[in-house]
């Protein structure tokens, strides 16, 4: 099979570089459905229709065909996409591929995205940067619950222009009545989420029908085709209308006569001479100049990557969004967002994450799940955590207030990814609905007595001495030696221990990892507040995850959080087992026991690292007393 | 210069986007020169994105020994212009181990004085991020790689573990020992490239025009005798040919094409009539359809 004998008229020449191509905007979509409905399918007949397919890459999926292809086709357009050597041999897609072609009159990038549920994160990658959603059915089967999803999935990201491709009309006789019934369940189903536009087009992907060419066994559909369809989308968002937004990027300073800010504009133009505000702070400035790559400018547009300088200096660096003087961004610290998960470990309620919004970074806790969505029934229902590929509506507090839009209004300082501090991986995606309005109310009393004062009157360093270990390590009885110690020293001291918390202030939590983060977040919480008091104070946890550590280790000032790691082997704290719980999480029990079906995650760092049950707990006493004298914390006796 | 069109002028904006979250994110990133056309695109849009600061960043380029002799002369005047630092790595145990094309297979060659080069390099000088010129068009596995692409300690890329990326947050975060591969060119196609080159008359090395050169037929490929180290085989007669390189590699590993393009616009027009991808000149690609992503998983470029 030769690459001309494509069936298509289109003259290969014409494609791709002619004036008509060069003055459209690209589109960007993204194809989706349910698992064998023919995705691969549609896009590799797309690119061969438009004679993308290059004949030495035909040549090797022929060949491939033989070996895997599940069509029965001498050529099977879905191994033209499926890149990965694993799902070839699987005959499924598991990952985003993108792919490029380009007609007389656009050139298109496509998000191939995978169909079954555990991949929907994949979905959601692909749509966040496209303008246009292809959604298939396979016309057997019609409207099925993943067709729900990803429509859900593609209207929470903001995606105008849906598409809903009804695939294999050939298997079904290329009958109207089966394709109208799809349409209106599809229609339907649109209409409960306040989806206005959808097209449907009903297709054959592996006979090419209606995709680049009209099918005549289907005469009486008289829409577009589904290249039409693509080539003629409006998704002009209107970018430039909005207000200006530009997140800066990079201070551009090469010697001390330029000082410019670098960044992508997200919204808006920006002429030499406007007024611009920077937020968070707040500060006013004119632009002087524009620079567009390497050539000066007077104005620049929504896409454009830019340097700017401003009349007069001001404290400006990354993170900071230059706005429009006369409309800006909003600021806060508290938002309400959806949020959708991507990570096999749950979103928990009060774990510290990394959010990453335009170009700001912060520390972002989940104050309150408010429900999750069920994409199917589009109901509402209560969660405690989300899983992976679910969709939650959240409050979030954050460590400082950042810059944004809301998503609706804006999809670039709108949206947000949140990052696992420990293993560094994105897991979830985020998308700003409104700052929730208390974060404007409450502010921190000024108070005028300092940590130090108090601490000063009562003659000595206050500190948080955190003890983490396995339970039956040591740690409550060293920690409650060591107040004796200090105690008789005339220190003021007070110790929070793991089970007293859980008898008043901590009831109402259990020991699921959700309520093992907050059990830790109101400690951190509780002895940050007696460190303010003056108080040298002692924290008993097992305290088992390193994240929940590190927030309370952020609490404190440097070098006023100590972690002292009771590192006891794990089967001498079986032996000692001093409340019987080893003997009860053994014989299944009591579930999520630390050590045994929880894990426990050792710092890495701690200040004092004591090896615990190596000596008696009065030696372990000493060491640490020492340690503290070291520090500085003590005075010697 | 010819004005440029919307879609490469948003391409650029995406690059130079990208590459400014490289200098943002990391402590010491480095640009993987590699003489060819995409090096060029991607060594001018690092001159855009900085400007007018200079390039923060020096080039590596990974020399088997084995390049053109006009891709050297051109790569030492290029960065002269540009201003810009070059380190040179060779692997030298593979020199030592008299590891040649001529005579080693051709997947052993690549992986010892490519990837294990690149390896060596980024562990010596302890880069913490590597840019490419990498294109998603090019080969079927880079289609799924991420433009900010996670590697282990050991340079592996997992494919089925990859970050999702999502609108344009790009995730740096690292940890000790770790790296990540950035592809700023990812949504260009070959075509985008060579109107880029075009519209902002990029200099690229002379071996992509066409003009008469010594080539001999070995294999169903054209091999340019650039010097005295390419041993002729029984029967094997140099012969001068019109021809020019699509892609440009080790020179007995790449293959010249019969063209004309002799200047940027025959060539942009050549490919929009052509039916052969960019990689057919690439010997080290044939062995299977999936020797790329096993190449790539191994830690090569």
Known sequence: MSQRDAGNSNDPAAIAGTASADTLPMLRFLTCGSVDDGKSTLIGRLLYDCHTIFEDTLLAAERDSMMYGTTGEPLDFALLLDGLQAEREQGITIDVAYRYFATPRRKFIVADTPGHEQYTRNMVTGASTSDAAVLLVDARKGVLIQTRRHTCIVHLLGIKNIVLAVNKMDAVGYDESTFKAIDHDYRAFAALLGIANVTTIPV????????????????????????????????????????????????????????????????????????????PAGMTATITRILNGDEDCTSAQAGDAVVVTLDHEIDISRGDVLCAATARSEISDQISANVVWMSKHHMLKGRPYILRCGTQSVLAQISDIKYKLNVESLEHVAARDLSCNEIGSCNISLNKPITFDSYEDNRSTGAFVLIDRTTNETVGAGMIMFALRRAQNIHWQALNIS?????????????????????????????????????????????????????????DLGFTEADRVENIRRVAEVSRLMVDAGLITIVSFISPFRAERQFARERFPDGNFLEIFIDTPLDLCEQRDPKGLYKKARAGQLANFTGINSPYEAPENPEIHIAGGSVSAEEHVEEIINALVKRGFLHAH | MTTMSRHLKDLESESLYI??????????????????????????????????????????????????????????????????????????????AGVDPNTTDSAHYTHVMKTEGLRQALDKFRFDAAIGGARRDEEKSRAKERIFSHRSKDHHWDP???????????????????????????????????????????PVVPLYFATERPVVWREGFMIMIDDGRLKLNIGERPEMRLVRFRSLGCYPLTCAVESSASTIEEIVEELLVTRASERQGRVIDRDQASSMEKKKEEGYF
């Open chain 1, 204 to 279: 054959s992907a592996l006979r090419g029908e209606n995709l680049a060419k009209r099918a005549v066994a289907m005469s009486w559909y008289e829409g577009p085709t589904l290249l039409e369809y693509l080539e003629s989308v409006d998704v002009t968002s209107g970018r430039e209308r909005e207000p200006l937004r530009l997140p800066v990027q990079w201070v551009c300073r090469p010697n001390s006569d330029f000082r410019g800010y670098a960044g992508t504009i997200a919204s808006g133009t920006v002429s030499v001479g406007d007024q611009i505000a920077s937020l």
């Open chain 1, 451 to 507: 940590r130090e004062q108090r601490a000063e009157l009562k003659g000595q360093h206050a500190c948080c001495l955190w003890f983490t270990g396995l339970s039956g390590s040591g740690k409550s009885t060293i920690a409650n030696l060591i107040e004796k110690r200090l105690f008789a020293q005339g220190r003021h001291t007070y110790i929070l221990d793991g089970d007293n918390v859980r008898h008043g202030l901590n009831r």
């Open chain 2, 19 to 96: 590459l400014r979250e490289v200098v943002a994110q990391f402590q010491n990133p480095v640009l993987m020169y590699s003489i060819g056309k995409d090096s060029s695109v991607l060594l001018h849009l690092a001159m855009k994105a900085f400007y007018p600061a200079p390039i923060p960043f020096p080039l590596l380029h990974v020399d088997t020994t084995w390049k053109f002799r006009d891709m050297i002369a051109f790569r030492d005047r290029i960065a002269a212009d540009y201003g810009v630092r070059l380190i040179v790595h060779v692997n030298e145990d593979g020199l030592k």
């Open chain 2, 160 to 202: 089925k573990n990859q970050r999702p990326e999502i609108w344009q947050l790009y995730n740096g975060r690292l940890a000790a020992g770790e790296t990540m591969r950035v592809f700023p060119l990812s949504n260009w196609t070959e075509l985008d490239v060579w109107q880029y080159i075009a519209a902002e008359e990029i």
